[in-house]
């Protein structure tokens, strides 16, 4: 069962009871979340099709968020913070100040995915000291490569 509530920042939104199961605190959650979506955009002045430009994506996709409740990519989902300047944390979940902290390196969703870059630059570092950086071309489209035979002359 659906109830009224009242978020901190005057969003209206349906919350689940305590005996509704997880799917439907889910749909809540997600709507909650294209609510917080839809205010900033009014209160940023942007379109549906501004911010498929900030964001280097579909304005079809930015449209099926809204009609079709389609949760947008990780990738997408890392950068629609920093393209409406609001904290990452409230975009999600709605707690916590809205705004983005000025100061820079400060949203954990971002310092996540940096720390995730840095790794796997690490692995590729490693990757290249153990095996070389000779990059070997790939086959020509729609060729097999020629399997490597040994010379047995050695």
């Given at each position: 069962m ?10 209206v ?10 799917a ?16 900033v ?8 099709a501004?911010?498929?430009?900030e ?8 449209s ?5 409740g ?11 913070p ?8 409230w ?5 916590g100040?809205?705004d ?5 390196g400060?949203?954990?969703?971002l ?10 630059a690490?692995?590729?570092d ?14 020509p ?6 399997p ?7």
């Open positions: 659906f109830v009224q509530r009242i978020t901190a920042c005057g969003v939104v349906l919350a689940t009871e305590a005996n509704s199961g997880p439907r605190r889910k749909a809540v959650e997600l709507s909650a979340f294209f609510e917080r979506l839809r205010q955009l009014d209160d940023r002045g942007m379109s549906q501004d911010l498929a430009r964001l280097g994506v579909g304005v079809a996709t930015v099926e968020w809204f009609t079709r389609r949760v947008p990519n990780g990738d997408v989902m890392l950068r629609l920093h393209v409406l300047r609001v904290s990452g944390h975009l999600l979940t709605g707690e100040p809205r983005q902290e000025r100061r820079r400060t949203d954990p969703y310092l996540g995915a940096r720390d995730a870059v840095a790794y796997l690490r692995c590729l490693d990757v290249t000291r153990r095996f070389g950086t000779e990059v070997v071309p790939p086959p489209a729609g060729e097999e490569p020629e490597e035979v040994p010379d047995p002359q050695g």
